[in-house]
């Protein structure tokens, strides 16, 4: 598909990855951002480092290959 | 956050579909004392992402790239001990190489910079199977704890919401191989423990207050660090 066509393209079949909470998993107590992908397959997943102030958070594990909705709920360490 | 005053913050997500459109999840984190763990995360919107012409990056620009450790390099793990030394308390790390080769300039920093006045000592070198003892000062601190970290966490716990939970900073520890041409990482959780610094405290007596493990050391992970020029 070319980009001008993304318009048109329906929602439903768009990857829609969101971030949901942000806390630890209790099953091996890793703390960090939990990432879900409510739609299509996505590809190449990476969240950026964030500035602020003059401290930045910076988040592990955060490129991710491949994620699909039955993938669940995905853990990127801070 | 609360150290620097910051109430929320946004952050974007970076993807792609099947057929390489590029997409933008942008959400931000917000403090709020009623969310578990004090932070709640909010979807703000998705947004078709245009690709930017690539720009030069230069070394001076230190953007790193972090890959897995390979045998032979060097692995440096991290311990707290929570100790009394003539009457005063004294937290101190160590760090002990596992690894197969001997670690160079190692340098043991608390993150986010809401620490930045605690100083450790650089480790010159420290070869296979040996361990160095790193104790933090407070810059500013009183002579009586400058090298007792336990308030300042309990301090940021507190800022935090203080939630009956751990309380989780972020520290690594940055070295070098022999030939100072391989960057390391070692980054790891310094949990500390609201409860048993309470029962610490309570403790019928000197000698049982002191077995209360207050911080630990959790979730390390070792990683080689390559900066990324463009050069």
Redesign the interface.
């Known amino acids: 598909m070319l980009p001008h066509e993304t318009e048109i393209r329906p929602l439903a079949n768009r990857p829609m990855i969101v971030a949901v909470r942000y806390g630890s998993r209790p099953s091996d107590n890793r703390c960090g951002l939990f990432i879900v992908n409510d739609w299509d397959i996505a590809y190449d997943v990476s969240i950026g480092n964030v500035p602020f102030g003059t401290s930045k958070l910076v988040f592990h594990n955060a490129d991710i290959p491949r994620l699909s909705k039955a993938d669940g709920e995905q853990l990127c360490e801070t | ?1 609360v150290a ?3 109430a929320q ?11 390489t ?1 590029r ?1 933008r ?1 942008l ?1 931000s ?1 917000e403090r709020d004392v009623l969310a ?2 004090g ?3 909010r ?1 703000l919107g ?1 947004e ?1 992402r245009t690709v930017p012409k690539p720009t030069k990056i230069t070394k001076e620009d230190n953007v790193f790239q ?1 890959h897995p450790i390979e045998p032979g390099d060097p692995q440096l793990y991290v311990a707290v001990h929570d100790r009394w030394e003539n009457g005063l308390r004294v937290t101190e790390f160590s760090i002990e190489n596992h690894g197969g080769s001997v670690a160079h300039q190692a340098l043991l920093k608390l ?4 620490f ?1 006045s605690i100083e450790f000592p650089t480790v010159d070198t420290l070869a296979m199977g040996r361990r160095a003892l790193l104790r933090p000062t407070i810059k500013g601190g009183s002579v009586f704890g400058k090298h007792n970290l336990i308030p300042l966490l309990s301090e940021a716990w507190d800022a935090s919401g203080g939630a009956k939970e ?1 309380f ?1 900073v ?1 520290l690594e520890v940055l070295y070098w191989n022999v030939n100072q041409t391989n960057g390391y990482s070692t ?1 790891a ?1 310094l ?1 500390y423990d609201p409860l048993q610094e309470e029962l610490r405290q309570s403790g019928s007596n000197d000698q049982q207050a002191k077995e209360y493990k207050v911080v630990r050391i ?2 390390t ?1 070792i990683q080689r660090r390559v900066q990324i020029t463009t050069d």
Request: charged share 20%; hydrophobic share 40%.
């Open positions: 956050m620097q005053k910051v913050f946004d952050f974007e997500i970076n993807y792609k579909d099947a057929s459109i997409y999840t959400c984190i578990p763990g932070l709640v995360v979807y998705q078709v972090f993150l986010p910079d809401t930045g751990d989780v972020l980054m959780c949990v959790e979730s992970r």
